[in-house]
């Protein structure tokens, strides 16, 4: 997530500077052709016009489709916050020995519900990994040049920034130890890992632990997380239908190729210094249109370890920091804070 009230112009031209530098290039090139009468082929501006006009139209409506998976995956996740805090709160409040036929020790109801609840943040930690994990149509999982700017944009603005972290969130520091090598080699960690969640919540119930009510209501929350992560992947294996995807570049790239046989020639005839002026004018116009296809195409996929992302990690580690509060540890992680401008 970026957490800076704007863009930096710098930022942005790391991003967008090699549209700017091939559209200055081509826009001078038919320039100079005009310039030398070498193309006196004009488009009248009242079809271009339309043309674009439709153009925004569909791109505006692919933006608008790839906001709504965003926003989506958000609030997703503040129903992950707020149904882990009451996750913490029952175990806090619900694991005793009021009704036990064995009262066990504090130490070993601190014990039980220590382990739910690291469980617990395991899982969230697990999820964000199975999250991150790229699919081929994301932009690292291209070829060429795209992929390799999709890295470069990780490392620089994206999951890169928060490698030191890594090592804080393996696993290992939350699964109990006899759980550990079985959970992380399931197919789904983290659905196995709320299975085992459900698979003690049936032990304690059976110690007496847990009255029969409180735990038909645990186990509504693990419902919760079930359907809240299905939801997360749900956005995340399933793309913005290619169909809409990739027609908008299509349509882009046409408008940006017709523009300047339309631009030039009206520009042209404002004089000699017209000709000249057209040149940053159409690449300006073309750098609109790139724009709003580049920030659509990256706001699409909510999950894939870049700037446009939502904040996982700082979701997780918020949500770390209240339920090991609640089980009275002093101890606690940072939270995660921004670098750069964004918050992972």
Known sequence: MIATKSIPFRRMMSISGHHVVWLLAMTSTFAALYHFELIRFHIPWLPMSVIGTAVAFYVGFKNNQAYD?????????????????????????????????????????????????????????????????????????????????????????????????????????????????????????????????????????????????????????????????????????????????????????????LLPFSMIPELQDLGGWGIWLSIPITALIGWVYVMMEVVGDYTENPFQGMANDIPMLSLCRTIEIDMRQMLGETDLPDPIRSKNGVLM
């Open 69 to 257: 998976r965003l926003w989506e995956a958000r609030k997703i996740w503040g129903g992950m916050v707020n149904d882990s805090r009451t996750w913490g709160m029952m175990v806090d409040g619900y694991v005793s020995n009021l009704n036990a036929d064995a009262p066990v020790s504090d130490h070993e109801l601190k014990s039980i519900k220590r382990r739910l609840i690291y469980r617990h943040i395991g899982w969230l930690y697990a999820h964000r990994s199975q999250l991150l994990a790229p699919t081929e149509w994301e932009h690292i999982s291209q070829g060429g040049n795209l992929a390799r700017f999709a890295r470069r944009y990780q490392r620089l603005f994206g999951v890169g920034l928060v490698e030191d972290e890594v090592t804080r969130i393996e696993l290992k520091h939350y699964l109990p130890a006899d759980e550990h090598n079985a959970l992380i080699a399931a197919v789904n960690t983290a659905t196995q890992t709320i299975n085992a969640q459900s698979r003690d919540l049936r032990a304690l119930r059976e110690r007496g632990l847990l009255d029969c009510f409180r735990h038909t209501q645990m186990v509504g929350v693990l419902q919760s997380f079930y359907a809240l992560q299905g939801k997360n992947e749900r956005i995340k294996k399933f793309p913005l239908p290619r169909q809409y995807a990739n027609m908008s570049r299509y349509f882009v790239g046409i408008f940006v190729a």
